[in-house]
């Protein structure tokens, strides 16, 4: 870390220095995390903050845009290549704003839009009452199955029933793969817009590990961190046809000028995940999630659908006798952190759920692979019996500490 800033600011100094030694001695299973390269930080860094930026290449609304035009125009031109993409608008804030760009594009206010319920593993933006979108629009929800599965016939029939203008795929907690196609057919049938929301998935997609639903969807939006491992931002992609509209309700639609570093930083991200070893690590993301779920299973874990196709898990702690809310407590005094997640058909309030939500893109980054997936789950079990006896806890605090050191952290590290 720059020692500048612990000369000129030193209270801000320290608390990134502490937050930089929690990273590097805990074991970070959020699965909506990960560690950017010093690459990507450093884009991030850079004197590319100091330009504003209002429109799109060649279309500014200042001058003295020529070299973050070859920044932004970079970004594109990798996100295209790396999805096959006809259209991208790399300026999104996050996925949060993208997702609403994308329905002030496709859907009038009061239009009706159909996403999963966030109580079944969708998100807030997917229409959640207490959001933008389900204020601004009608929402339809669906669900999973009791046995954690989407059932796309009864998607399908909610479709019909409801003819909604926008459809929603793509979701924050769900772990098995999403069929796009059966979505698409969906859409096309009802006459909707099919819109993918591949934020957790799109680093396993760029790799060609999950089914990519850019080449035949209208549009679909990702967020640029996650397994993509880039800079906190999002981008959109759509048909060709819809380019300008897309890009209307980004700017002046949504937002103002573009932050100009961490589209930079987008760039090199996407020249990251354009490299060979990127698929390689994230085969691997998919390995480590998959002997995780069975390890705790084998320790008398309920996890949600029984597995996992991707990077993250879904575990009931119902049997446990401990809530999502007490375990995310008792594992970061272990020096584990995870976040509390509602299950599907949770009895309990997302405010202190029955389950947590477990992801593998960051312990992968660090070179985590089968082998520490199973210390990993003796420790979860550990901390839970444990519960709140403190002395148990640091126990295992110290000996993950010492684990941690034989794991680089990428940015940190390196």
């Not at 220095?17 to 805990?26: A, I, L, M």
């Not at 760039?267 to 999630?289: D, H, T």
């Not at 995870?338 to 202190?352: A, E, G, I, Q």
Request: net charge positive.
């Amino acid at each position: 870390m720059n020692n500048i800033l612990k000369e000129k600011d030193p209270e801000v100094y320290k608390t990134i220095f502490n937050e930089q030694k929690r990273q590097k001695e805990g074991l970070e299973l959020i699965a909506s995390e990960n560690y950017v390269s010093r690459a990507v930080l450093a884009a991030m860094g850079s004197v590319l903050t100091n330009k504003y930026s209002e429109g799109y290449p060649g279309k500014r609304y200042y001058g003295g845009n020529k070299f973050i035009d070859q920044a932004e125009n970079l970004a594109v031109k990798r996100a295209k290549k790396l999805f096959g993409a006809e259209h991208v608008n790399v300026q999104p804030y996050s996925g949060s704003p993208a997702n609403i760009e994308v329905y002030f594009a496709f859907v009038p206010f009061g239009g009706k839009i159909m996403g999963m319920s966030l109580a079944h593993g969708g998100h807030l933006t997917h229409g959640h009452k207490v959001n933008f979108s389900g204020k601004a629009y009608q929402v339809v929800s669906y669900g999973v199955e009791k046995n954690g599965h989407i059932s796309y016939a009864k998607v399908r029939a909610l479709a019909k029933a409801e003819k909604p203008n926008l459809i929603i795929s793509g979701y924050t907690a769900y772990p098995r793969k999403v069929d796009f196609k059966k979505f698409k057919e969906i859409a096309d049938e009802v006459g909707a817009i099919s819109m993918a929301d591949i934020s957790h998935i799109a680093g396993l997609i760029a790799a060609g590990l999950h089914e990519n639903p850019v080449p035949y969807f209208d549009v679909v939006t990702t967020t640029t961190h996650k397994t993509l491992r880039g800079p906190r931002g999002a981008i959109i992609m759509c048909k060709r046809k819809w380019a300008e509209i897309v890009d209307r309700a980004v700017f002046p639609g949504m937002q103002g000028g573009p932050h100009n570093h961490i589209n930079a930083a987008k760039a090199v991200a996407f020249g990251e995940a354009l490299k060979p070893e990127f698929k390689v690590y994230c085969r691997q993301i998919i390995k480590n999630a998959k002997v995780l779920a069975a390890a705790l299973m084998k320790l008398k874990f309920t996890v949600v659908s029984g597995g996992t196709d991707n990077h993250l898990m879904l575990v009931d702690l119902t049997n446990k006798k401990v809530t999502g809310k007490e375990a995310e407590h008792i594992l970061e005094e272990a020096g584990i952190t995870l976040n509390k997640n509602m299950v599907p058909y949770d009895p309990r309030s997302p405010f202190d759920p029955s389950g947590v939500r477990i992801g593998t893109p960051a312990i992968t980054s660090r070179g985590m692979r089968d082998p520490e997936m199973q210390k990993i789950a003796l420790w979860i079990d550990q901390a839970i019996r444990a519960k709140n006896r403190t002395a148990e806890l640091l126990k295992i605090k110290r000996e993950i500490k010492e684990f941690c050191q034989d794991f680089p952290v990428p940015g940190i590290d390196e």
